[in-house]
């Protein structure tokens, strides 16, 4: 870190090794459970991060450890350049919000918000307008002097915020923070959340095993899965280059269809050869599967002249709102696929079950895995 203590006007330099948050070799047990292994992450600042993945995969205990409420047993955390691995939690640099809003039931919203600033060196008058503006901050102005039990959810969460908020902290935890609450006001929140972390530019790390929930709102996901990282990138990434099955099949719905690889590292479905798509790095007659989102086959009209035509029937339609969810049969393939698509009234083919259907695998759209076991 730049000690800009002699020259004030001097602007920080910030070094390429100061990173928001930089973890290494990070590991975890409880008892002979081993909750984290190895864990490499480095945070910029102002990121939104997501750690996401299936229960009991260690996103919370990753989360504790950076706060210092569950210690690692190995491994380095560095925050802003600091080594703050084994410093108590108390002198560490953040705000947490958990899943439980976790309030102090008996003390007014103000005094929850105000309770992050005592010791802070603020006078009376500095703290409530602090308090105030934290609360203009997440929308509930005038509310001040409700208690908890008399706000709905959603709002108690917001105090949760503007509490985590309130000193101002380097780092926010959320421990999924919006699980708690309904469909509607955890969408609504979800966005409000974003809003507020772009306009303050405070580092963010939120726990979350609702997909769509880390790919909307984050800058990057980590996906884990038992104790480790399986891969890290944007949801853009992780989404449609995932680097293992995992996290192909936990980012969304694929299809897993089988393949082999022949001379020259072609791909086959049974006897069928696969256009445009290679599988470099494996060696021939390997066997692997291919890869491929329901929304990004191909059907009807759109299918016509593309590449990787599959002849298939319908085997089950259901509507899910903006789209249609098909289930066919391939028999020459002998497997059923999933897939998704706009229906504007010109699909041009009929949507029936047990109707047949054309539908094409876009060699852009294929991702190849090795077949595991
Ligand atoms: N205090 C503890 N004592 C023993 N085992 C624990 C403790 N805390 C967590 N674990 C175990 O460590 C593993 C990881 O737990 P963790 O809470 O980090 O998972 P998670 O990914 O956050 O899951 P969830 O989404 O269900 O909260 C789980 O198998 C859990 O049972």
Known sequence: ??????????????????????????SKSFGAFQALRDIELEIE????????????????????????????????????????????VHRRDFGIVFQSYALFPNLSVTRNVGYGLRGTGMSKAQ??????????????????????????????????????????????????????????????????????????????????????????IADRIVVMRQGEIEQIGSPEEVFTAPATPFVAGF????????ANVHEGGTLRIGTLPVAGAHAHGFGSGAAVNLCIRPANILVGTAAEGAPNQLQTRIETISFRGNVHRLVVRCDAIDQS?????RHKGQSGFELTEGAPLTVALPPEDLVVFRAEG
């Not at 039990?149 to 926010?172: D, E, F, K, M, N």
């Not at 980012?251 to 089988?258: A, E, K, R, S, T």
């Not at 696929?337 to 698509?341: H, T």
């Open 1 to 26: 870190m730049v000690d800009n203590s002699v020259n004030p006007s001097r602007p920080v330099e910030v070094t390429e090794a100061e990173k928001a948050l930089r973890i290494s070799g990070l």
């Open 45 to 88: 600042k102002g990121e939104f991060v997501c750690f996401l993945g299936p229960s009991g995969c260690g996103k919370t205990t990753l989360l504790r450890a950076i706060a210092g409420l569950e210690p690692q047993d190995y491994g380095l955390i560095e925050q802003n350049g600091e080594d703050v691995s084994s410093l108590p």
């Open 127 to 216: 703290r409530h307008a602090r308090i105030d503006d934290l609360l203009a901050m997440v929308g509930l102005e005038g509310q001040g002097s409700k208690y908890p039990a008399q706000l709905s959810g959603g709002q108690q969460q917001r105090v949760a915020l503007a509490r985590a908020l309130a000193p101002s902290p380097g780092l926010l935890l959320l421990d999924e923070p919006l699980s708690a609450l309904d469909a509607q006001v955890r969408l609504h929140l979800r966005d409000q959340l974003r809003q507020l972390q772009r306009d303050l530019g405070v580092t963010t790390i939120m726990v979350t095993h609702d997909q769509d929930e880390a790919l909307a």
């Open 251 to 258: 980012l969304g719905d694929m299809n897993f269809i089988p």
């Open 337 to 341: 696929l999933e897939l998704e698509f």
